[in-house]
């Protein structure tokens, strides 16, 4: 049996806290001591953490990944076709290989259409982790209540977006100041809350695990932290762009700024930042929606929402760690250990027994956000932390 032996590293296990020391691999896994023939990999005092699970990613971005440490995306159903058929699903599990797990998320409803049911236990024999509404807000509540109860019986968490369509409509930027001197179509913030309180109570009344993809305001949070204080199956991520930037990004209407949500006001993005050293959000992620520039060269209005985002993760989501004065334990159960257990998947931490899904970094290292990162609207950003080699399930996929 192979084997790898890390010597000299700064061990960062959401488990197990940070460390210096060693770590061992057998084969594919983690283990407490190395085959005596292990290959010896010196980290040089470089931090050693799980490789990144990213939770909701609407793309298969192999080299992205492997620059910003992802071994493991779950993807979104928003494709083409859209997944909803087990053999869309299957085929979906595979993309990905050798270098990168793709655990796909199965539509809640056919085509995404917010109309029928989606046959999720099927789909989920062929390898979804999980069901999602994709893009949108399902606006039945009759339908959203046997999408949760379904998704109960089936053993699968619904990931939602949270967004009410009524209020939304073809709105591109929220309620404000900046949407007002720029003239764009705008909803109120209250759009998420609304639909978070409705999901909120029926995920509590079915007993459903609910996740919510972004949540991006003050009042949501508000909701999901009530929800979880009773006792609600009830997680939620966001994105290092609303955790970064408010609504004053679009000020010259860079279409790189368009996003789903849209950018929100700074006291909200100051009470994301709040919720997510609190404990509340649950899981950071990439959002990772390249667009081309046939999609983003138009009037703000007409582009396309959404960014790049796999490449700037680990660097972005490093800075946030150091201002909002977390640990990078605490980081890596953001980017690893809690979509993990969201998606039921036995990894996500540096444990005896889990998968050798690894993440060598350099904290420290500056660079510079570019266009090669693609459409990002952290161009021009310097950051810092990069990864230096990643390994899934105990093979190294090539140096970033």
């Not at 983690?30 to 292990?38: C, E, L, Q, R, T």
């Not at 909803?84 to 990168?100: H, N, Q, W, Y």
């Not at 860079?254 to 994301?272: V, Y």
């Not at 290292?365 to 693609?374: L, M, N, R, S």
Request: proline content about 6%.
């Amino acid at each position: 049996m192979t084997g790898l032996r890390f010597v000299n590293a700064r061990i960062v296990c959401p488990s197990g806290g940070e460390r210096e020391g060693e770590l061992c691999v057998a084969g594919d896994t983690i283990v407490a001591d190395a085959p005596a023939d292990a290959t010896v990999i010196d980290c040089r005092g470089r931090y050693l953490a799980p490789a990144i699970v990213d939770l909701g990613a609407f793309a298969v971005d192999k080299a992205a990944c492997r620059a910003g440490g992802i071994v493991r995306v779950a993807l979104m159903p928003d494709q083409a076709p859209v997944l909803d058929d087990p053999g869309i699903v299957r085929r979906a599990a595979t993309m990905g290989k050798p270098e990168l797990w793709v655990h796909p998320l199965a539509a809640a409803t056919r085509g995404l259409e917010g109309r029928d049911l989606a046959e999720m236990a099927i789909t989920a024999g062929a390898g979804a982790r999980a069901v999602a509404t994709g893009r949108r807000w399902i606006g039945d509540a009759g339908l959203m209540r046997k999408v949760l109860a379904y998704a109960k019986d089936c053993g699968l968490t619904v990931v939602s977006h949270a967004e009410d369509a009524g209020l939304a409509c073809d709105a591109v930027a929220t309620d404000g100041l900046t949407a007002t001197l720029l003239g764009l179509p705008s909803a109120p913030a209250i759009a998420e809350a609304l639909a978070v309180a409705r999901d909120l109570m029926l995920a509590e009344d079915t007993g459903a695990q609910l996740h919510i993809r972004q949540v991006t305001t003050a009042a949501a949070l508000d909701l999901i932290r009530a929800a979880k204080r009773r006792g609600v199956a009830v997680t939620c991520g966001i994105t290092p762009s609303h955790l970064l930037l408010s609504d004053i990004a679009m000020s010259d209407f860079r279409t790189f700024a368009h996003l789903s949500p849209p950018l929100r006001s700074e006291d909200d993005r100051r009470a994301c930042v709040a919720a997510l050293a609190d404990g509340t959000i649950d899981v950071l992620a990439s959002g990772h929606d390249p667009r081309g520039p046939e999609e983003k060269r138009l009037p703000f209005a007409d582009s396309a929402p959404g960014a790049a985002g796999a490449t700037t993760l680990l660097a972005l989501a490093i800075g946030l760690a150091e201002t909002t004065g977390f640990g990078l334990d605490r980081l890596f159960a953001l980017l690893a250990a809690n979509p993990a257990r969201i998606l039921g998947l036995d990894t996500g931490t540096l444990q005896a027994g889990q998968p050798a899904d690894l993440l060598l970094f350099d904290a420290g290292t500056p660079w510079q956000i570019t266009a090669a990162d693609g459409n990002t609207p952290f161009e021009g950003l310097p950051v810092q932390g990069k990864a230096l080699r990643l390994w899934k399930g105990g093979t190294e996929i090539g140096a970033p």
